[in-house]
């Protein structure tokens, strides 16, 4: 027979568990209806009887429609960053390192398209932190600059790259890939995620690679010569 202690500590897992429940029942929902409708436009009803809860549920395990949304871009690019992390601990060159990352953040984004539209829905440059709506945001995509820069600058010092400003090369690989994404939505999301991948990487490497190691570098990354 359980104690009184030990029932009491049972009611408390079995909450925490349904409120763990809730919780990921609502950013799902969340994720889906900020998507299609934006934050601004969105309503925290609308939010709730997607996720299939009461209003009340939903207030029980977040305060307000800014939470949640935050809460949102916490999960998701909490998830992209532990992936970046991953590659950095392979052991690979750093022209693979760059290749890698590039296909794993444009996959990431192409398979979770709800988070995807919240994104593009902000109408925001990713390349211009400061205006980014959410500290979250703020903080991912500072970070992800960084360490993508990091990796640029690695690939100039070991020659595969031309000698430039490796931030200013992030952005506007950072810029040309929300472009990229964009068009993919709006034109119904039909072309195949690896081609798209594919062409992103080519033109990437054709904007940077130095003429002498370019053929190479596609070749290894089994994308074609440079033709």
């Known amino acids: 027979m359980l104690t009184a202690e030990a029932a009491a500590e049972a009611q408390e897992s079995l909450r925490d568990k349904k409120r763990e429940l809730y919780r990921e029942a609502v ?7 900020f998507g299609e409708l934006g934050y601004e436009a969105t309503k925290v009803q609308r939010v709730a ?22 809460a949102v871009n916490r999960r998701r690019l909490s998830e992209v960053m532990t992936l970046a992390q991953g590659i ?30 919240m994104q593009l829905k902000e109408v925001t440059a990713w390349s211009t932190i400061e205006l980014l709506r ?19 600058r690695r690939c100039i010092e070991d020659g595969y790259l031309i000698d430039d400003d490796a931030e200013l090369m ?26 798209l991948i594919d062409g992103a990487i080519r033109h990437m490497l054709r904007s940077y690679c130095k003429p002498e190691r370019l053929a190479s570098v596609l070749e290894s990354a089994g ?5």
Do not use: N
């Open 170 to 195: 992030a952005r506007i690989v950072i810029a040309s890939q929300q472009v990229r994404l964009a068009m993919w939505m709006d034109r119904g999301a039909k072309e195949d995620p690896h081609c």
């Open 223 to 227: 994308l074609g010569d440079a033709s």
């Open 134 to 152: 959410s500290p979250e945001q703020v903080e991912a995509l500072g970070a992800g600059l960084q360490l993508f820069a990091d990796i640029l």
């Open 27 to 33: 950013l799902d929902a969340a994720e889906r209806v």
């Open 49 to 70: 009887a997607e996720a299939g809860v009461s209003l009340t549920t939903l207030y029980s395990v977040f305060e307000s429609k800014w939470e949640i949304y935050r």
């Open 88 to 117: 950095l601990l392979e052991d690979a060159s750093s022209i693979e390192m760059l290749i890698a990352g590039t296909r794993m953040q444009l996959a990431f984004f192409m398979k979770r398209r709800d988070f995807l539209r």
